[in-house]
């Protein structure tokens, strides 16, 4: 059976800023879901901040197995009701992609519980993802480490509970390290967050980033036999 997916973007950026639109014309969105339409057990589609319900009525949420998550500038413009119906359908086993800047989703903070604050810096580093779980489904055709040319900078102390699994971790050229590739499961439902794609760098066009993104779908997708879990209390210093 075919793993129902959507990719739910922004979509503001590439409007406003022509640095971003050049490398995503049609959206980041559209770009990764490209990618995953060439997977033949993928249903994909797409969802945008501004349609109605911001894309995700309860209709089409109770039809999707795994969403996959870029947000940045407009967190704030997604109603709490939305996200209570997200969390709702991620504890029921629906699986989530967080990506990048998400991290500041209100979905993901509220699924962590924490802040969800790191460092940054706007850069263009050198990043260099390690393969930290080299069995795990995530992983598959992904060698010991891959490279990303040029990336904005994300850095520890990642304040999110501590995960299940550390997939990746990155190094960045100018010195910082970071837990670039994480899961958590809650209730029934299994949360990946993946760190690259920063809207001014080519990085959803990435064949390796491309291939984790698809492997974490097949990894999240439900499974009525998987048992609920409640969620590890978050550790802060
Ligand atoms: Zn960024």
Redesign the pocket.
């Known amino acids: 059976m075919s793993t129902r997916v959507i990719v739910w973007g922004e979509f503001l950026q590439e409007k406003s800023q022509p640095e971003v639109a050049a490398i995503y014309p049609d959206g980041m969105h559209e770009t990764i879901a490209a990618a995953l339409r060439r997977e033949p057990d993928f249903t994909v589609d797409t969802a945008c901040l501004g349609q109605p319900e911001h894309g995700m009525s309860r209709e089409r949420l109770a039809a999707t197995d795994v969403l996959v998550w870029w947000g940045?500038r407009a967190h704030a413009e997604i109603p709490d009701e939305i996200v209570d119906r997200l969390q709702g359908r991620v504890l029921e086993g629906m699986g989530l992609i967080v990506l990048?800047?998400g991290h500041y989703s209100k979905i993901f903070t509220r699924l962590m519980g924490t802040s969800c604050s790191l460092k940054?810096r706007v850069s263009g580093d050198r990043e260099r993802l390690w393969n930290t779980a080299p069995k795990h489904p995530i992983t598959a055709g992904i060698g010991d480490h891959f490279d990303l040319p040029a990336e904005?900078m994300y850095g520890e102390p990642f304040d999110v509970p501590a995960p299940d699994e550390v997939i990746f971790i990155s190094w960045f050229s100018g010195g910082e390290v970071f837990r670039s590739g994480a899961t958590w499961q809650r209730g029934r439902g299994r949360v990946f967050y993946f760190r690259p794609?920063?809207?001014t760098h080519p990085t959803y066009h990435d064949a390796n980033v491309q291939r984790v993104i698809a492997n974490a779908i097949r990894w999240a997708g439900p499974d009525a036999t998987r048992r609920p879990r409640r969620s590890r209390p978050a550790f802060h210093g």
Do not use: F, M, Q, R
Request: proline share 0%; hydrophobic share 10%.
């Open positions: 940045h990048h800047s940054w904005e794609g920063h809207e």
